[in-house]
């Protein structure tokens, strides 16, 4: 027997329709390319956010058509998250710290109709414009006196505000299939063309509904949000279509990532949760303690996209009272798996107890199953101890990549994540290393990940990163690579010395190489295939290191 509710499907123009009516008077600021701060309410977004749908239609963009973006936090990206998803074509968010070559693939393989661009990125456009292989129109997300010269993009290029005034504010969302496509986002993985995950209208209203609860992000419309995640990054993991749903103020940044501009944009707007990566907060932890500074507002913020060091959860927590949220996730999770919320009993734990605890990425939200296993598909305890690749499963999980439905992704119903993980008894989980990241030496695994974390510890490090480098009698043995701390002077010896007694001797890494920087990808993660390649002969065995 079927149930007598009603069929109302899960939309993405819901959220906007839904704070429109609840939120009308919420602010949206964003300071912008230009330099100055932009303000205005949602129900401004709503009106150009129906303006620019119906501009998208008269350019001849259908349902499922795909349109790109190239832009920064802000308030015309918002607007396009709802007018291109609310009327039925597909929002491709692009990643424009991607190589080139990339990109063009990228554009290519999507087969964007219209790409819209912040002018930071007109050089990428311009080049873009030469390469793709089918006719497509490239809008300026700026006024009309800000307009470039055409130049390559000569009877192609649009002017974003001239769309949003030549067209009324009367649209009508249509109704949907829930199952349809909503957007778009391609990984940026180290080896091979990026692979597209096409989220449905489904599972981003679900995976907003999830991340948004108290044992989530926990996000209110007490909430001051601003998203440092790029939102050309997994949908800035959810974050603007959660402010939509809870009624949350947000605060876009922009390009100014730095310490000092992201210290002042909280301070201002009085900023109570933010989520970004730990290379964008180790800036602006380091900003804060060099300037004296604090913070007034902040009360937690989200980090995720690589592990958390322990160091950094213990400055932010310790000495600036901002409670840390140590997420994990991937693109082809929409990207939200777990968040490390910590259990009543264990609140009472000592500070260094509970620590450890926030090293782990956490527990998972409602929606994910997760499961750990051997190399033989056994599934392993959740005991704290058993290590073992890391499956999941749920309604935002992707089945299969863009244009590659035939490839068999899933086992058995689960998705390989590529991580190495366990999971205790509490349900919260480890991620112990990449499985391209672990370090096999004398055929015992050690975890790069754990290394880090140790060397981040010392106060004179700044951040460090851990690969294998091949050995002629171990196989691979550790090799740290560490940025100091401005002004710092920390010795290999004294470094190697600080691991006595917090990790295994054998783990200990072998060399310690101190650099200036490190590499970074696309979404600010280490290029940790970069540094193997460049030292897999530090310790003199001439064979090049297996692909990884």
């Known amino acids: 027997m079927k149930g007598l509710m009603m069929e109302q499907p899960l939309l993405v123009a819901s959220l906007l329709t839904h704070a429109e009516r609840h939120h009308a008077d919420q602010e949206i600021v964003s300071r912008r ?17 129906r303006r620019m749908a119906n501009a998208l239609a008269s350019l001849g963009v259908g349902r499922g058509s795909r349109v790109g973006t190239l832009a920064w936090n802000g308030y015309r990206h918002m607007e396009l998250y709802f007018a291109v998803s609310g009327s039925g074509a597909v929002l491709h968010t ?18 964007d109709r219209v790409i819209f661009f912040d002018l930071t990125f007109l050089p990428i456009i311009e080049a873009l414009a030469t390469r793709v292989t089918r006719p497509t129109l490239f809008v300026a997300m700026c006024d009309p006196d800000r307009m470039p010269v055409a130049g390559p993009l000569e009877g192609s290029l649009l002017c974003y505000e001239d769309l949003i005034e030549t067209y009324p504010d009367d649209y009508v969302w249509p109704r949907l299939d829930e199952e349809s496509a909503s957007s778009l986002c391609y990984t940026s993985g180290t080896t091979g063309n990026p692979k597209g995950v096409l989220y449905s209208h489904r599972s981003t ?166 499961k750990i296993v051997d190399a033989n598909g056994k599934e392993l305890p959740w005991d704290g101890e058993a290590v073992g690749d890391l499956l999941v499963r749920g309604p935002w999980v992707a089945r299969a990549y863009f244009r590659d439905e035939a490839h068999q992704v899933l086992q058995d119903g689960w998705f390989p994540t590529g991580d190495v993980a366990k999971i205790d008894q509490d349900g919260f989980m480890q991620i112990t ?29 700044s951040s460090a990163v851990c690969i294998g480098a091949r050995h002629p009698k171990w196989d691979e043995r550790p090799l740290l690579l560490v940025v100091r701390k401005s002004g710092n002077t920390v010795s290999k010896e004294e470094l190697l010395a600080f691991f006595d007694g917090r990790v295994a001797k054998w783990w200990k890494p072998d060399d310690i190489i101190f650099v200036e920087t490190l590499p970074l990808g696309a979404t600010g993660k280490v290029l940790k295939n970069r540094l193997r390649e460049q030292f897999h002969s530090h310790y003199g065995a001439d064979p090049a290191p297996a692909s990884r």
Not at 98 to 111: K, N, P, S, T
Request: hydrophobic share 45%; with cysteine.
């Open 33 to 49: 390319v230009e330099g100055d701060i932009h303000r205005y309410s949602v129900a401004d977004l709503g009106a150009r956010s």
């Open 433 to 461: 290393d990449r499985s391209k990241d672990v370090i096999k030496s004398g055929g015992e695994w050690i975890s790069s990940i754990d290394i880090e974390n140790v060397a981040c510890l010392h106060p004179g490090v």
């Open 94 to 111: 692009i990643n424009p710290r991607l190589h080139i070559d990339q990109l063009a693939y990228i554009v290519d393989h999507a087969e």
């Open 205 to 370: 209203v679900l995976h907003t509904y999830a991340a948004a609860l108290p044992d989530a992000l926990n996000c209110s419309a007490r909430d001051v949000i601003l998203p440092v995640v790029p939102m050309f990054h997994v949908n800035a993991w959810g974050l603007p279509y959660i402010a939509c749903m809870v009624g949350a103020k947000l605060v876009f940044p922009g390009p100014a990532l730095d310490g000092k501009s992201l210290h002042e944009l909280i301070e201002a707007e009085q900023v109570t949760v933010s989520a970004g990566v730990p290379t964008v907060w180790q800036g602006l932890l380091t900003y804060v303690a060099s300037s004296g500074c604090s913070f007034s507002s902040m009360r937690r913020t989200i980090i995720g996209g690589a592990p958390c060091p322990t160091a950094m959860t213990v400055q932010f927590q310790d000495l600036y009272k901002v409670d840390v949220l140590h997420a994990w996730g991937m693109t082809e999770l929409s990207p939200v798996g777990t968040v490390c919320n910590l259990k009543p009993h264990q609140l009472a734990m000592s500070p260094e107890t509970r620590h450890a605890i926030q090293a782990k990425q956490g527990r998972a939200v409602f929606g994910i199953d997760m």
